[in-house]
Each structure stands twice: as structure tokens, then as C-alpha cells.
């Protein structure tokens, strides 16, 4: 389902925005959820980067678009953020924020739809599956494709990837949840790993990312299972 916010103080546009989605998912057989706010500073303040699209009015009474935008960027750099303004001038700001496109006003169904069919195109390109953590001070969006393995130790989770590790407050059961149409195996209490940086296995302890992680007794047969089943599944 594809999470789209509509950030407009007008209700009339903000009425039409989400009628012009609605006949979009019927034509298309594409499922949205779309969900209002009323002013810039209520989807920035407090933004969990959960959204796919964002439909941004630039002139509101409080937060201006622009503005907003940039605070979004802050915490999330893949979000696709459309601008809708009343006029073309604003087209040249959205470089600042990487907006993809812009909505004129009046808005008509036509031209809002070709935009729409722009953004999904754009996510299915860059459709390499995002993880987003929530930790104290902001989200975090990791590449899954850069997850070695996740590792709990107490209370925390640490997330070890390409570029450092990350520490969020969870549990490793969430963490398997977040994780369970991927590629990744739970090797013992303390590890899930990502199959495809397992390099070997020795001595009891799978091979991951250069480090040496310890797979249980219990779990060695399903771990090793696992491992050859996904091998032959990528050739």
C-alpha cells in the first residue's frame, strides 16, 4: 500500500487531491492510504518517515511548504515530495529539497495523474526495500541491502550495516518481524543475520561481513538449510 500525505490548508484542494487518488487507485488497481494535514509544521514537527508521496502546498499560514520540506529531508531522504502552488515560480525552489515535480492550481485530474504515475515510477526505481528506525531524536532509513546482522544485547538492538552501526531501543522479535520477508536468518538468541553477506561457515560460526558470529546447536542444520536454499536461489 502506498502511504501518500496531503499537506494543504485548503479544504476544497485537499478534498479534490484525495477524489483524484481515489479514481487513480480504481484505474490503476493501486492500493493508497492517504492522510491529511492542515499545515506544514503538522507533518514536519513530529515526521516518522513513513510516508511514501507527500502532496505539499507551498503557501500555508503557519509553516510554509518550502520549509517543511526541508525539515522533512533532515530525517528522510527518499520520501517523494510533490509541491502544489499557484505559481510555476515556486518549480525552481523544489531543487533545493529534490522535489520531482509540481501540481499548478487549479488542479485538474489529467495533470495530477501523469505527476502521480511519475512518482510510482520513480519508487519502483529506486525500489531497493528501506528499513526505517525510530530512535531517540529522529528516524533513520537503512538500505536492507547494507544490513550485515542485527544483534540484540539487552534492551537495545544494534543494527551493523555498510556504513557503522545503529542503536535503537526494541526487541529481536520486532526486529525479525520488520525483517521476515527478507533474507534473514536468526542464528542464535543474540543474531539475525543477512544471508547474503554469509561467507562461510566454520568451526560452529557463520562467516558475516568479516566478523565471526556463533550459530547455535539447535539451529545449525535450519541454518545451514537456509543458507543453501538461498544460494541456489540467486545462482
Same mark, same amino acid.
Given at each position: 500500500m502506498i502511504q501518500v500525505a496531503i499537506v494543504e490548508d485548503d479544504k476544497n484542494y485537499a478534498a479534490s487531491l484525495k477524489k483524484y487518488i481515489l479514481r487513480y487507485e480504481e484505474e490503476q488497481n493501486i492500493k493508497f492510504s492517504v492522510e491529511w494535514f492542515e499545515d506544514g509544521e503538522d507533518i514536519a514537527e513530529e515526521y516518522k518517515?513513513?510516508?511514501?508521496?507527500?502532496? &505539499?502546498?507551498?503557501?500555508?499560514?503557519?509553516?510554509?511548504? &518550502?520549509?517543511?520540506?526541508?525539515?522533512?529531508?533532515?530525517?528522510?531522504?527518499?520520501?517523494?515530495?510533490?509541491?502544489?502552488?499557484?505559481?510555476?515560480?515556486?518549480?525552481m525552489q523544489g531543487y533545493a529539497v529534490d522535489a520531482l515535480d509540481y501540481v499548478l492550481k487549479p488542479i485538474n485530474y489529467y495533470a495530477f495523474s501523469q505527476r502521480l504515475t511519475r512518482a510510482l515510477s520513480k519508487m519502483k526505481k529506486q525500489e531497493e526495500t528501506y528499513l526505517t528506525l525510530n530512535y531517540r531524536g529522529g528516524v533513520q532509513k537503512i538500505r536492507i541491502s547494507d544490513l550485515y546482522y542485527v544483534e540484540v544485547r539487552d534492551h537495545d538492538l544494534i543494527y551493523h550495516t555498510k556504513d557503522g552501526n545503529l542503536m535503537i531501543r526494541g526487541t529481536m522479535r520486532e526486529a525479525e518481524e520488520n525483517l521476515k520477508e527478507e533474507s534473514f536468518f536468526r542464528c542464535n538468541k543474540a543474531y539475525l543475520v543477512n544471508l547474503e553477506y554469509v561467507d562461510g561457515f566454520e568451526n560452529g560460526d557463520a562467516l558475516v561481513g568479516g566478523e565471526r558470529l556463533m550459530v547455535s546447536r539447535a539451529r545449525k542444520k535450519e541454518f545451514l538449510d537456509a543458507l543453501n536454499n538461498y544460494m541456489n536461489e540467486v545462482g
Amino acid at each position: 500500500m502506498i502511504q501518500v500525505a496531503i499537506v494543504e490548508d485548503d479544504k476544497n484542494y485537499a478534498a479534490s487531491l484525495k477524489k483524484y487518488i481515489l479514481r487513480y487507485e480504481e484505474e490503476q488497481n493501486i492500493k493508497f492510504s492517504v492522510e491529511w494535514f492542515e499545515d506544514g509544521e503538522d507533518i514536519a514537527e513530529e515526521y516518522k518517515g513513513h510516508f511514501d508521496i507527500i502532496l &505539499m502546498d507551498i503557501e500555508m499560514q503557519f509553516m510554509d511548504g &518550502m520549509s517543511a520540506a526541508k525539515k522533512i529531508r533532515e530525517v528522510d531522504e527518499e520520501v517523494i515530495i510533490m509541491f502544489i502552488t499557484n505559481s510555476p515560480q515556486y518549480a525552481m525552489q523544489g531543487y533545493a529539497v529534490d522535489a520531482l515535480d509540481y501540481v499548478l492550481k487549479p488542479i485538474n485530474y489529467y495533470a495530477f495523474s501523469q505527476r502521480l504515475t511519475r512518482a510510482l515510477s520513480k519508487m519502483k526505481k529506486q525500489e531497493e526495500t528501506y528499513l526505517t528506525l525510530n530512535y531517540r531524536g529522529g528516524v533513520q532509513k537503512i538500505r536492507i541491502s547494507d544490513l550485515y546482522y542485527v544483534e540484540v544485547r539487552d534492551h537495545d538492538l544494534i543494527y551493523h550495516t555498510k556504513d557503522g552501526n545503529l542503536m535503537i531501543r526494541g526487541t529481536m522479535r520486532e526486529a525479525e518481524e520488520n525483517l521476515k520477508e527478507e533474507s534473514f536468518f536468526r542464528c542464535n538468541k543474540a543474531y539475525l543475520v543477512n544471508l547474503e553477506y554469509v561467507d562461510g561457515f566454520e568451526n560452529g560460526d557463520a562467516l558475516v561481513g568479516g566478523e565471526r558470529l556463533m550459530v547455535s546447536r539447535a539451529r545449525k542444520k535450519e541454518f545451514l538449510d537456509a543458507l543453501n536454499n538461498y544460494m541456489n536461489e540467486v545462482g
